[in-house]
């Protein structure tokens, strides 16, 4: 079994080389792989196209990278915490808490800029994750799966509901969270690179120590206890990553659907259960569909451009419901 998965992971990570390059060409304008070349090995910018290459484009492959590997990484972790094969990494109201507090610092605070606004979604994320596990896990029964995702759903709720209506009562802070709302890629610099990259290497740590442990946790707490798993650790690690990878993911571009809910699912068909293989199957399977959805949003209304976001919409539904019917006829047959 190790050959075959191996070899489709050696697949996986070649066409994201490609999905990388065809970022750095494919536009409202197409560069030649000349420009790309000269400007990545050079560094320097000669050219129009060439500056396009190096201001625009690179940053935004980086990102679309480093958002994707979050992502991917952040719903195998939330799938196997809460032991909910439909669980995303929006249910503990990550991406609920970022939305709001990000709304919060622009129309109560003035914050315009992204640099700014992205520390206020990183620190709601992380405020709101603590508060819905500690609801989650509240009595003495412990964690409950069930309990964790119901406090989740609310919060997202409540949040979903107060962050509408400031940007209702707010004109500005409704341009302002425009784009980032939609999940758009585009606009960040080096600078949002630079303060996201080190919060999704920890989470991705994390996430990679937490991995073995997530497979006997799978198999029920008691189980799990039996094992040798110290599972209140487990999950707490977990929660942790998840905060680092999706809350700053979340803060950096906004709300990205599909993600973290489909590729796991992608992962789980191709390698089975073992929470190992779904983790670094996602890590190259998720950067994929983040970057594939980008180029196409930047092609399917030339000049204009879809978010990536509402791209992978279109594009994890179907694959969703494809992977879900072939399950059945497979369990059928």
């Known amino acids: 079994m190790k050959s075959p998965r191996w070899s489709g992971w050696l697949l996986a990570v070649i066409v994201l080389v490609a999905a990388c390059v065809l970022s750095l060409l494919v536009g409202t304008k197409a560069i ?22 190096l201001e625009y484009r690179l940053p935004r492959t980086l990102l679309g990278l480093l958002v994707g590997l979050a992502l991917g990484v952040a719903g195998c ?3 196997g915490l809460t032991r909910n094969p439909l669980a995303d ?23 315009t800029e992204i640099t700014s606004y992205v520390w206020f979604g990183f620190l709601g994320a992380a405020l709101v994750s603590v508060v819905v596990y500690r609801l989650g896990t509240a009595g003495h029964t412990g964690t409950d799966p069930i309990r ?17 209506g400031m940007i209702l009562v707010d004109p500005k802070a409704f341009d302002e969270m425009r784009r980032w709302d939609a999940g758009a890629l585009t606009g960040r610099g080096f600078d949002i690179i630079a303060g996201a990259a080190p919060f999704i290497v920890v989470g991705l740590v994390i996430a990679a120590v937490c991995a073995r442990s997530l497979n006997a946790v799978a198999l029920g707490d008691d189980l799990a206890r039996s094992l040798g798993v ?26 990205i659907a599909f993600v973290g809910l489909a590729v796991p699912h992608i992962a ?26 980008d180029v196409l949003g930047r092609i399917i209304i030339r000049p204009d451009e879809v978010p990536a976001g509402l791209v992978t919409a279109f594009l994890g539904a179907p694959m969703l419901i494809w992977l879900a019917r072939r399950a059945r006829v497979g369990a059928t047959s």
Do not use: K
Request: with cysteine; aromatic share 6%.
């Open 32 to 53: 030649a792989i000349g420009d790309v070349w000269h400007a990545l090995s050079t560094a320097e910018a000669t050219t129009p196209d060439q500056v396009t290459v």
């Open 148 to 164: 964790l995702t119901l406090a989740g759903v609310a919060a997202t709720a409540v949040l979903t509901g107060l962050t509408r």
């Open 77 to 79: 972790l939330m799938q």
């Open 268 to 293: 789980r068909w191709m390698v089975g259960p073992d929470q190992r293989w779904i983790f670094g199957y996602s890590l190259v399977l998720a950067p994929i569909l983040v970057l594939t959805a």
């Open 230 to 255: 110290r599972v209140t650790r487990t999950r707490l690690l977990t929660a942790l990553a998840l905060v680092l990878l999706c809350g700053t993911a979340t803060a950096a571009v906004g709300p």
């Open 89 to 111: 990494p929006g249910l503990l109201g990550v991406n609920a808490g970022a939305a709001f507090a990000i709304t919060v610092a622009v129309a109560l605070f003035g914050v």
